[in-house]
């Protein structure tokens, strides 16, 4: 037995050395591959951030800059997945309610919000607009309705401000940065169609645009560019204005060419389209609606339909996939929803830091203002990054977290852009079986973004 009991111990010590080897191993392949990287050329006037620890102990394998502070970009998403998760819950669903108030057969139609994000997105059977439309039109027909005459949105306790500090100019317009209102129709976007000329420099028209945004209108002033240059077209609308521009340049010899924008007003454009399929079935619609308007007492009006939105768990499943900006600002509104009933990104984002720094996070780790990574004015440490995802590992919710991180360079982890900046933050499991929690930024680089991410797994690649 005592014989049994030494090969035991024996075994466990060699095991224990092993595994100190291999991490002494990888982390001095690590400091090598950051050197090299830091020395590229690419990096002479910019700064990079690598922080990866062991999955099982929790211990640091290598960091680099950890505690600085850097714009995340929409690694900033993973801090926010997490935030929603612990503080709205795994099951978390939007409701988006349809009251009426008839006298005959005439009605006034209450809309009662929440800021779902998906409310007529095509992601869902259930949320597809055709299919909110058609169900909300046979529940008025049911009560005997044939005149809608005001149509109230209840905006009570939301902060319509949809557009977060730091947001940019180039970026407001266009359908990445669509912020959240309490009533968000289609993900608050639209598509243009464009056709450009057959030599460089020719004028780009515009097509069509579907949806048809009412009372709003665009202009062109693309020019063509060479064939494979892409899409270089910028939505500029400024706030509260009627008309936009759009600039920049798109390929030659296209003819629907296809960008897409951030609705105006979505709320708005939800009610026209409404009205336009109450039309169809027969059913005079309302004019403008009123925001809080007060047509008759909210008790006096009867629930006829509610959309329910998909779990939270599915909600966060598309926001990391395709990096949908709009569900992270949405999330982070909502958390200060639910905390005390009034909506703000300034209050979801100092709820979101007070829960971190409750979990050991310091708060100026956590230097941001909004929920998707979109404003240059985010300041994350790879270290409170590592320190979210490891804590995500211990959670019953982990699994669905884990999902909506994207695979790259054959790694689950979720990736970050804007402009110079660059970011991967995620997992891995290595062929010997080390697990690893990683984050790695990389701010005002210079040259090609293509040729920086090249760099980056190279790093990330001692991991494997």
Not at 127 to 149: D, F, P, R
Not at 154 to 176: F, H, K, L, R
Not at 278 to 302: D, F, Q
Not at 446 to 456: L, P, R, T
Request: glycine fraction near 8%.
């Amino acid at each position: 037995m005592l014989q049994y009991a030494l090969k035991t111990t024996l075994f466990i010590l060699c095991a224990l050395v092993h595994t100190l080897a291999l991490s002494q191993s990888v982390s001095s392949k690590l400091a090598s591959a950051f050197k090299a990287f830091q020395d590229d050329p690419q990096l002479r006037n910019g700064i990079a951030s690598l922080y990866v620890m062991d999955a099982k102990t929790g211990k640091v394998v290598y960091e680099h800059n950890g505690l600085l502070g850097l714009a995340p970009a929409s690694t900033m998403k993973v801090i926010t997945s997490a935030s929603a998760y612990e503080l709205l819950g795994e099951d978390f669903q939007y409701r988006t309610k349809f009251a009426l108030h008839k006298t005959g057969n005439e009605a006034s139609l209450l809309i009662i919000p929440d800021g779902d994000p998906t409310f007529g997105s095509w992601r869902w059977a259930a949320t597809k607009e055709e299919v909110v439309l058609k169900e909300l039109t046979q529940a008025i027909q049911k009560q005997g309705v044939k005149t809608i005459s005001s149509v109230v949105i209840d905006t009570e306790a939301w902060n319509e401000e949809t557009v977060p500090d730091g947001w940019m100019w180039q970026d407001i317009g266009n359908y990445y940065g669509a912020g959240p209102a309490k009533l968000n129709w289609r993900e608050n976007q639209y598509d243009v169609f464009l056709k450009s000329g057959k030599r460089i420099g020719d004028q780009v028209t515009i097509v069509a645009m579907t949806p048809e945004i009412k009372g709003y209108s665009l202009r062109s002033e693309l020019t063509s560019a060479a064939a494979g240059t892409g899409d270089n077209a910028y939505i500029y609308f400024p706030l509260n204005a009627p008309a936009g521009t759009i600039r920049g340049t798109i390929p030659v010899n296209e003819n629907r060419f296809k960008i897409s924008g951030a609705m105006p007003d979505a709320s708005e454009q939800f009610v026209n389209t409404l009205r336009e399929t109450l039309a169809g079935a027969g059913i005079r619609g309302p004019g403008k609606s009123l925001a809080n308007g007060s047509i008759v007492p909210e008790a006096k009006y009867t629930t006829i339909y509610t959309v329910t939105s998909p779990s939270l768990d599915s909600i966060i499943y598309w926001f990391n996939r395709k990096s949908v900006n709009l569900y992270g600002e949405a999330l982070v509104k909502t958390i200060a929803a639910k905390s005390n009933g009034a909506a703000s990104t300034d209050k979801g984002v100092e709820l979101i830091r007070k829960f971190w720094r409750q979990q050991g996070i310091p708060e100026p780790e956590l230097n941001i203002v909004d929920g998707s990574g979109l404003s240059p004015q985010n300041r994350v440490t790879t270290h409170a990054q590592v320190r979210i995802l490891q804590h995500a590992r211990k959670q019953p919710w982990f699994d669905g977290f884990y999902a909506s991180l994207p695979v790259y360079n054959g790694m689950r982890m979720k990736s970050g852009t804007i402009r110079d900046v660059k970011g991967f933050t995620g997992y891995h499991k290595a062929k010997d079986g080390n697990e690893y929690v990683f984050s790695f930024l990389v701010n005002n680089y210079n040259g090609a973004s293509g040729a920086m991410v090249q760099k980056m797994y190279r790093v990330l690649d001692v991991l494997k």
